[in-house]
């Protein structure tokens, strides 16, 4: 008898009682999250403005790299969305010395890959090698980032693909509410532009992407990180003959936005839509603000989490939406607070209501400690997990100096989020996640949705 029909079986066998214990028992309690423990780390200042930032980590033999830059798509003029993007593109295809077969050989032959990346505020040069080639990455890094090819003969291909995977992007409803919910939010500000047009993409020469490179890299804007298994000795070395040279560059400078708090309201017609894709929110703190960590609880409470109150009401309970969630992003000196769900069409406004109703229950009423305590262990367990690699660990140390935090922030945040209490998270929705200042954006059918909502908001739509 196999392992499945042997135990189904012997439950056949077991009286019902036996069953109903079973079925009964309530699982171990579990124990208390401990806190993040940033391990030992040596900094390096070079005399150009460089930093070297060393974290020698856990037993596998591997060395994680990333050359961290101080800029991204918010150092973008309003000419000029995802030139970063182009140029990170185009810095893969090759340095002065290397094509990017080579490259990609090099880095094979020692255990790993080049990626290159640019994000909101950083961009970055990282890759996983074997430990004892910990140097020759840097150096084969240090000549892509410093000596690029440039090569013009790739520049129509790179931005067909980019124009492409804007169409792809632009036919999604999510990312139609997405780029018009942050347009409206932050309207003079790179925050609030999401995505090119196709003639602002034709538009970029190789002149732009390098003009770009020179305005907004140097080593004073480079910090080179390096986790997990290394010769420390070597890696100095490394670093200081392959970028120790290079060019200071200006201070790392991110514009600060001011946010909007217009509430607005606005539908994007989808004629014959099943579905509303909704962004509902509004500004709030940043990571650098005494709130953030409470509203951060408060926001896992709310729609954070799978076992928060806004999922389990429209999704569990109402059946209107497979996905929802709610985000706490963190911008320079700004964040946003929203929630998002695709909900079927005719309860387009019924979801909206029931996402007002579940703020405005936790403005009014405390959680309850064991809602709360449940709440905390999760988040406190999965930032503890999530930061246990070599590249958790980076990502932590940029997050903190994008952000211009303390080392605090990350030591102290599981003692500071289990000394939130329930009447905490009521202060902080009270405070900062306010229906009457959000924002509204619906990509749907709009003679479908457009008097649900107005029903809902017991005022006119505000286009």
Known sequence: ???VRYIIALALLLPLSALQAQEKEVPPKGGTPKNFTLPEKEVISYDNGLTLVMIPYGSIPKASIRYNLKTGNINEKENQVWLADLMADLLEEGSTTRTSRQIADEMAAMGGNLNIGIGTHTGSLSASVLYE???DAIRLMADVLRNPKWPAE??????SDMKRNLAVQLSRPGSQAFKEFYAAIYPDHPYGRV???EAQIDSYTVSDISDFYNDNLGARRTTIYVAGNFDPEAVKSAVEQAMGDWREGKEAEYPIATPATSAT??????????QSTIYYGLPV???SNPDYTALDVTNSILGGSFASRITSNIREDKGYTYSPYSSLTSN???GIWFEAADVTTEHTGASIAEIKKEIEILQNEPPTQEELDGIINYESGIFVLQNSSPNGIIGQLIFLDTHDLDESFLRDKVANMHGITPERVMEMTRQYIRPEKM???VVGDKAQIESQIDQTLEKPLKQ
């Open 1 to 3: 008898m196999n392992t």
């Open 154 to 159: 790739e520049l129509d291909r790179l931005k």
């Open 265 to 274: 309201v606005k539908i994007i017609d989808r004629p014959g839509a099943p």
């Open 285 to 287: 703190p940043d990571p």
């Open 439 to 441: 924002t509204l954006i």
């Open 133 to 135: 080639f910990a140097p």
């Open 195 to 197: 995505f090119p047009t």
């Open 332 to 334: 320079y000196k700004t």
